[in-house]
């Protein structure tokens, strides 16, 4: 007895060591004594195991991996081949007086832990250590790989065939890790209506036009003081109708100005978008970096392939419209919802306009009505391009919130002290007096050409044409005397030019130019029509010229001068270079810089208003000329070199 009671201690003691560290062997149940309970605690012990080798009887672990690391898990059950090896034999048959070779295939087993994936070799994601299929399978797809596509993924966009051609992938809305601006949130509801959100650059937009529809108005009731709102083609009164049609799911509510400029138009915590943002938008979009935009102008035009993603990347397709241009490739998902107008709905299939938070004031000084900012997209046949406008507050067009808070500032596009920043106007607006080169007086008799000023509210004039001092180009010298004509010079952005058009008829030095080379019709027929005041008038035109004069090596301008090359005009784009409408011979400008430009005269088309130059024939191209009308800039015009133009000299 007392040789079994050591062989159980000494079993006790191993035991302790491999399973058990809270008490010193032989005490087993830890209670400060060695008698007779820990033999029987020593007994309990019998038969347990610890098959995870953790350290941990099993008996007492709540988690008993197999050997496929599965908690309390069955162990290998998938059965799967090892081995097969053919073995051959062979028998001698008797009556056939031969051999037959025979061959039997002796096959092993094995038992695998499961492998989830792919086990269809056909797939694109084939998995050759997969044994157990999981659905993830994926299958070739007919097109070309880059090319447009569906996910079935409403939370990822820009779907396209991936380079394997094995299926169809998204990017996502929003990253799931929560550094971009959604900070990870997909989505947002707001008047219990459920919006998919979207990084764009920086920003956290909707993917989906507004549907707040707090009440539907007739398209025939249109008003810019009362917050009007319309879904595109219904007619009908029941918000509950017009929120079951598919235009209202797709192209969402048009907004009226008032409406649109709601405090609550947008969840709290989100914007109307600026102009600024849209901006922005447009330059992630076409790749492109405009840093500011003039009001009321297209931004990007031409085809539709301007740009590296271009405008199709800011669309999303339309089932309804296959000649909408989009890849989607931003995100932002527009949709041609068209738009609000006095004749009703329009734009359906063609336009996506956006309200921007911005106003104009039309028709200063300043008593007219308020026009909104507004931003489109426009696809058509002939046009399609990105641009911002404004329209009457009876307008209506959609609208996408934008993530944060509108800044305070002026908003009226025409006040003094408006940036496209400002976005919440907190009645800064400096309104000025007249839009900055409006003609004006300034009182001052020695002055002339007066315009306001760009702080839109002085007024100043040209007080010398040449700089006095002779600090200018022109040297100090006001005349010119040019084969025994008299032409006054004038200082325009660092040049000094003829402030009337050359009217010689002898080249520089002292030839005849052939009468051939020199156009006089136009004068002509203004004599035979009895036109008043002909003489002064030859004297500001001058004379026409030929290509074969502009191209002669005696030269039409003075040594020292020559004729403007495209450069030398590009700094005069503007109202500034024209006459004005009080000057003798008028035009539509505020001849601001004192070049004194008066519209040409037509034979066949009577007056003006336009006016043709010649270019240096060295210049980018031969034979060029501008045309210049009643826009604010330059047109250049090349193969006419059977025509007869102008010429206005400016110095070397």
């Known amino acids: 007895m007392k040789k079994l009671l050591t062989i159980l201690?000494?079993?006790?003691?191993?035991?302790?060591?491999?399973?058990?560290?809270?008490c010193l062997n032989p005490d087993v149940n830890c209670d400060g004594y060695v008698n007779v309970n820990d033999l029987l605690g020593l007994l309990g012990y019998f038969g347990d195991e610890d098959l995870d080798g953790d350290g941990i009887w099993d008996s007492q672990d709540d988690c008993v991996e197999d050997d496929c690391g599965i908690c309390d898990g069955p162990g290998p059950e998938i059965l799967e081949v090892d081995t097969i090896i053919f073995v051959l034999d062979s028998v001698y048959l008797q009556g056939l007086d031969d051999w037959y070779t025979y061959e039997f295939a002796d096959t092993t087993f094995t038992l695998n832990c499961p492998v989830f994936g792919c086990v269809d070799?056909?797939?694109?994601?084939?998995?050759?250590?997969?044994?157990?299929?999981?659905?993830?399978?994926?299958?070739?797809?007919?097109?070309?790989?880059?090319?447009?596509?569906?996910?079935?993924?409403?939370?990822?966009?820009?779907?396209?065939?991936?380079?394997?051609?094995?299926?169809?992938?998204?990017?996502?809305?929003?990253?799931s890790s929560g550094i971009g601006p959604c900070v990870a949130e997909s989505s947002l509801n707001f008047h219990s209506e459920e919006y998919l959100l979207v990084e764009i650059g920086s920003d956290c937009w909707f993917a989906e036009n507004l549907r707040y529809l707090p009440q539907v108005s007739s398209v025939n009731d249109l008003s810019d003081s009362i917050p009007k709102y319309y879904v595109t083609g219904f007619t009908g009164e029941s918000i509950d109708?017009?929120?079951?049609?598919?235009?209202?799911q797709k192209y969402g509510v048009l907004y009226n100005g008032p409406a649109s400029r709601l405090d609550s138009i947008c969840p709290v915590g989100w914007k109307l978008p600026s102009r600024r943002d849209f901006l922005n938008l447009a330059n992630t979009a076409l790749?492109?970096?405009?840093?500011?935009?003039?009001?009321?102008?297209?931004?990007?035009?031409?085809?539709?392939?301007?740009?590296?993603?271009?405008?199709?990347?800011?669309?999303?397709?339309?089932?309804?419209?296959?000649?909408?241009?989009?890849?989607?490739?931003?995100?932002?998902?527009?949709?041609?919802?068209?738009?609000?107008?006095?004749?009703?709905?329009?734009?359906?299939?063609?336009?996506?306009?956006?309200?921007?938070?911005?106003e104009t004031l039309i028709d200063p000084p300043w008593s007219a009505e308020t026009y909104s900012g507004v931003f489109g997209i426009q696809q058509s046949l002939s046009t399609n391009y990105v641009y911002e406008s404004s329209d009457p507050e009876i307008g209506a067009s959609a609208i996408r919130c934008i993530k944060g808070e509108a800044a305070a500032g002026c908003n009226i596009v025409n006040a003094c002290n408006y940036t496209s920043d400002n976005e919440d106007d907190d009645s800064t607006c400096l309104l000025p007096q007249s839009i900055a080169g409006n003609i004006c007086d300034d009182g001052d008799s020695t002055t002339i050409y007066d315009v306001y000023q760009d702080d839109c509210f002085s007024c100043s004039g040209i007080s010398e044409l040449v700089a006095s001092d002779g600090s200018g180009p022109c040297e100090g010298q006001d005349f010119l005397e040019f084969n025994s004509v008299l032409y006054e010079l004038v200082e325009v952005s660092g040049n000094c030019w003829f402030k009337s058009n050359l009217r010689t008829e002898l080249?520089?030095?002292?030839?005849?130019?052939?009468?051939?080379?020199?156009?006089?019709?136009?004068?002509?027929?203004?004599?035979?029509?009895?036109?008043?005041?002909?003489?002064?008038?030859?004297?500001?035109?001058?004379?026409?010229?030929?290509?074969?004069?502009?191209?002669?090596?005696?030269?039409?301008?003075?040594?020292?001068?020559?004729?403007?090359?495209?450069?030398?005009?590009?700094?005069?784009?503007?109202?500034?270079?024209?006459?004005?409408?009080?000057?003798?011979?008028?035009?539509?400008?505020?001849?601001?810089?004192?070049?004194?430009?008066?519209?040409?005269?037509?034979?066949?088309?009577?007056?003006?208003?336009?006016?043709?130059?010649?270019?240096d024939a060295s210049d980018f191209c031969e034979s060029c000329v501008l045309w210049t009308g009643n826009t604010n800039g330059f047109i250049t015009n090349s193969g006419l070199e059977d025509w007869d133009h102008r010429v206005r000299c400016i110095k070397d």
Not at 241 to 248: D, G, K, N
Not at 305 to 319: F, N, P
């Open 241 to 248: 109708e017009a929120a079951l049609t598919e235009e209202y």
């Open 287 to 358: 790749d492109v970096d405009v840093v500011e935009f003039e009001p009321n102008l297209v931004w990007f035009g031409g085809e539709a392939d301007c740009g590296i993603i271009s405008l199709e990347g800011l669309c999303a397709q339309d089932s309804n419209f296959a000649d909408w241009l989009a890849t989607n490739a931003t995100g932002f998902s527009a949709v041609p919802g068209g738009g609000v107008y006095n004749w009703g709905f329009y734009g359906l299939g063609e336009n996506a306009v956006f309200h921007a938070n911005f």
């Open 9 to 22: 201690f000494a079993v006790a003691l191993g035991l302790n060591l491999n399973a058990q560290d809270e």
């Open 121 to 175: 070799d056909v797939a694109c994601n084939f998995s050759l250590n997969a044994n157990v299929d999981d659905g993830s399978c994926i299958y070739g797809i007919s097109g070309e790989p880059g090319q447009v596509c569906d996910d079935g993924n409403a939370l990822t966009y820009n779907d396209v065939i991936q380079e394997t051609g094995c299926g169809c992938q998204g990017t996502e809305n929003v990253d």
């Open 507 to 615: 080249f520089a030095n002292g030839d005849s130019i052939p009468s051939s080379f020199i156009e006089t019709s136009d004068l002509a027929v203004l004599a035979n029509s009895g036109f008043e005041n002909l003489e002064a008038y030859a004297q500001i035109l001058g004379l026409k010229y030929s290509y074969e004069a502009v191209l002669d090596q005696r030269m039409l301008c003075p040594s020292g001068w020559s004729i403007p090359k495209n450069e030398d005009w590009e700094p005069l784009n503007g109202p500034q270079w024209r006459n004005r409408p009080d000057d003798e011979f008028s035009w539509d400008g505020t001849n601001a810089s004192g070049l004194s430009f008066a519209p040409d005269f037509d034979p066949s088309e009577g007056s003006g208003p336009v006016s043709w130059f010649w270019l």
